[in-house]
């Protein structure tokens, strides 16, 4: 009913930028949550930052200041501005969303992820 498709990874030097982009497609009514996650090897997928429908964002700690994220409702789309990158910040990188959408002539509301990009902060 919904499929995301995530893009904007890719290597990056420390210091570096990138902005990861999720689109949302299907019968979308409308989006509420939107968040990013990222996993690095032998680590478990941890939340990076969220925002709500309304445009409320909330951070860890570790990329306060340093990544936003943001969405537009029109295009059902989250991005993530990541800036002043760090080895550590190298993960696959997953968006999940809330997404209500049409069912036959019903809304229903499910979780969706996208398909994970890989950012790689190396020198």
């Known amino acids: 009913q919904v499929q995301l498709v995530e893009s904007g990874g890719g290597l990056v030097q420390p210091g570096g930028s990138l902005r990861l982009s999720c689109a949302a497609s299907?019968?979308?009514?409308?989006?509420?949550?939107m968040e990013w996650y990222r996993q690095a090897p032998g680590k478990q997928r941890e939340l990076v930052a969220a925002?709500?429908?309304?445009?409320?964002?909330n951070y860890v700690d570790f990329v306060k200041g340093r990544f936003t994220i943001s969405r537009d409702n029109a295009k059902n789309t989250v991005y993530l501005q990541m800036n002043s990158l760090k080895p550590e910040d190298t993960a696959v990188y997953y968006c999940?969303?809330?997404?209500?959408?049409?069912?036959?002539?019903?809304?229903?509301?499910?979780?969706?992820w996208g398909q994970g990009t890989q950012v790689t902060v190396s020198s």
């Open positions: 925002i709500t429908r309304g445009g409320r964002t």
């Open positions: 299907g019968r979308i009514f409308s989006i509420n949550g």
């Open positions: 999940n969303l809330d997404v209500t959408y049409f069912r036959g002539v019903t809304l229903s509301t499910d979780n969706y």
